[in-house]
């Protein structure tokens, strides 16, 4: 029971592990489509941060939407440790969760097109937790860049509550911030499944459909 709660609750910033002053190394380019994985992006893109339990499975669902995604990153980010590796994030001491940097041209992809991938693609009821795959880092997440970006994501929580409520669901556990530091995850996680097709993936949605988006923005 002790080990399940130290995979489960937060920990402060005081019991966090120290990190490090220097980045991770990681890769430079996106192993799909060959773009720089960080910034600065082109003109008129933006960004979102999504946590959504493992980011192997979770990046692959938007590195995949046909049009509008400029390019995918997976990192950690909403804890206090700088500069955090993978095993210490899957430690459960940083408090950082396992997240996926969306970067989008919002005049060819809608961002709620991006919520609907978002809430269909995992169980957001399961709070610190995402199908087998149980800790801190795989809680349900939307790290926002902009006020509209807010409201957006707050409507989209709402409606998605109110479907999943008449499916017999509980409440959602999603929490809605304004986007923390992202910090980029090692090489060798960034475009897992891309690179190793059979890997592990251990996302599974409701089978709900979220009453939002229509894909390709007007």
């Given at each position: 029971m002790f080990l399940f709660r130290k995979k489960t609750e937060l920990p402060t910033a005081a019991t966090a592990l120290p990190g490090r002053s220097v980045a991770i190394p990681t890769a430079k380019t996106h192993f799909v489509n060959g773009r720089a994985l960080a910034p600065p992006y082109p003109d008129g893109i933006e960004t979102v941060i999504f946590?959504?339990?493992?980011?192997?499975?979770?990046?692959?669902?938007?590195?995949?939407?046909?049009?509008?995604?400029w390019v995918t990153a997976v990192g950690y980010a909403a804890g206090y440790t700088p500069n955090p590796t993978y095993?210490?994030?899957?430690?459960?001491?940083?408090g950082h969760n396992e997240v996926v940097l969306v970067a989008y041209d919002p005049k060819i992809l809608s961002f709620d097109a991006l919520l609907k991938t978002f809430w269909e693609s995992h169980d957001p009821t399961q709070g610190m937790q995402q199908g087998n795959d149980v800790g801190t880092q795989y809680r349900s997440g939307i790290y926002v860049t902009s006020a509209a970006q807010k409201l957006q994501a707050e409507a989209s929580r709402k409606a998605y509550a109110d479907a999943l409520a008449l499916r017999g669901f509980g409440p959602i556990t999603t929490e809605i911030q304004d986007a923390p530091h992202f910090y980029?995850?090692?090489d060798y996680h960034q475009q897992y499944l891309a690179k190793n097709p059979a890997g592990y993936c251990g996302l599974g949605g409701t089978g709900v459909s979220c009453p939002i988006g229509t894909g390709l923005s007007a």
């Open positions: 946590g959504l339990g493992c980011f192997w499975g979770a990046e692959r669902k938007f590195w995949q939407i046909k049009s509008g995604v095993e210490e994030v899957c430690s459960g001491l940083t980029f995850a090692e």
